[in-house]
């Protein structure tokens, strides 16, 4: 595996204050702006079309709108709010960017291409740092620092698309970067639903998994919004004593309410629940662990995503053996246990979740 950074000479510019209102947030008041202006309406529709679907980088891109009000749009509004501080691509076609925000903090986002197939995963970040915890991840060493804007979540969206040849399109959406999103959900939730546009992104909502430390309200309060989304809830242990140690705000929700919860996503919505399983070699990779996740399972509709840990520099654990990872996934598959791995896309990229915003501190 290979990859070469590509770094952004603009990154460590320095900023110019900025006024102008992001154009990717759709409560930009575009729309308002253009009426003002005597615009009609349907022109606020057409900008986020050139935006989303026709891949504009700029106003000026956008042709078919009169040369004044693209220099009027530009004045008042800013499309990118990020620059790209390192790039990197694999040899599997991953790709994966570290954007640095308009407030100097670092996101992480990739896009996962199929070897066969037409399917384009993008893996998105909803916070700035994560305020879980959990002892293994590198997203929460430092805390959260802040949410992030719709705008700055669409924007990750529309940076991965840019990255495709214009014949491909992104397919898929995983909120599974940095930070916890139900712990964001107001203003992922507008986000997710730009992605949904027909004359955008167009990507169902089927087709996007929000993945969840497991926050038994904000579940509840997802479902309520939207229960169209595929869940995914990271277990990564199977009794109350281990998932506090790995996942420290367990101590809070406890993992009958968390399954309780999700067991009420999974009538509300109909679709089938994923369960994320992080096996940290000689710590939750036992054959009594995987015995006791198969009964803490039994008969509901769900499909367990084990991933192999990828190690983080400076942290103690370690990834699970060849031999203790089968004997998890055959434990769990004789129990009758819908079970995959992850693949490792990208494995030197993709590192873990916030290992790039750590290593690329001193870009
Ligand atoms: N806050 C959300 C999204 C986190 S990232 C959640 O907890 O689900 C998605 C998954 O990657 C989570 O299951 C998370 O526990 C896992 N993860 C974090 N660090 C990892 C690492 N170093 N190796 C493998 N998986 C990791």
């Not at 891109?61 to 501080?85: C, H, K, N």
Request: glycine share 10%; aromatic share 4%.
């Amino acid at each position: 595996m290979t990859f070469e950074p590509t770094l952004d000479p603009v990154a460590g510019a320095a900023a110019a204050p900025e006024a102008r209102r992001h154009v990717l947030d759709p409560a930009s008041g575009l729309a308002a702006w253009l009426g003002q202006r005597g615009q009609p309406a349907w022109r606020a529709g057409a900008i986020r079309r050139w935006l989303h679907g026709r891949r504009a980088q700029s106003f000026a891109d956008m042709t078919d709108l009169p040369r004044g009000l693209r220099s009027e749009l530009d004045a008042d509004f800013r499309i990118w709010t990020t620059t790209v501080a390192v790039h990197q691509r694999a040899d599997d076609g991953t790709e994966k960017l570290l954007l640095a925000l308009a407030d100097g903090q670092r996101i992480e986002c990739v896009l996962l291409r199929e070897e066969d197939g037409d399917r384009r995963t993008v893996c998105i970040s909803s916070q700035v740092g994560c305020a879980m915890g959990c002892v293994f991840c590198a997203s929460g060493i430092d805390g959260v620092v802040r949410n992030l804007t719709t705008g700055e979540i669409v924007e990750q969206l529309l940076r991965l698309a840019l990255l495709l040849p214009g014949d491909e399109r992104l397919s898929h959406i995983v909120v599974m970067g940095m930070g916890e999103p139900l712990a964001n959900l107001d203003r992922l939730l507008p986000a997710l639903a730009e992605a949904q546009d027909p004359e955008g992104l167009g990507i169902s909502q089927r087709r996007i998994t929000i993945s969840t430390v497991g926050l038994p309200q904000a579940i509840d309060r997802l479902g309520a919004a939207n229960p169209g989304y595929h869940l995914a809830v990271s277990l990564h242990a199977a009794d109350d004593d281990l998932r506090t140690r790995l996942v420290p705000v367990n101590k809070a929700t406890g993992l009958a309410d968390v399954m309780a919860a999700a067991d009420r996503y999974w009538e509300t919505s109909g679709r089938r629940l994923t369960f994320e399983y992080v096996l940290l070699g000689g710590v939750n990779d036992s054959r009594e662990q995987a015995e006791r996740l198969a009964r803490l399972l039994g008969g509901r509709a769900a499909l367990v995503n084990v991933i192999p840990y990828n190690a983080v520099s400076g942290m103690p654990w370690k990834e699970p053996t060849t031999a203790a990872r089968e004997q998890f996934l055959d434990v769990l598959r004789a129990a009758g246990v819908n079970v995959q791995v992850r693949r490792r896309k990208g494995a030197r990229i993709d590192a873990a979740c916030g290992q790039l915003r750590r290593l690329a501190a001193k870009f």
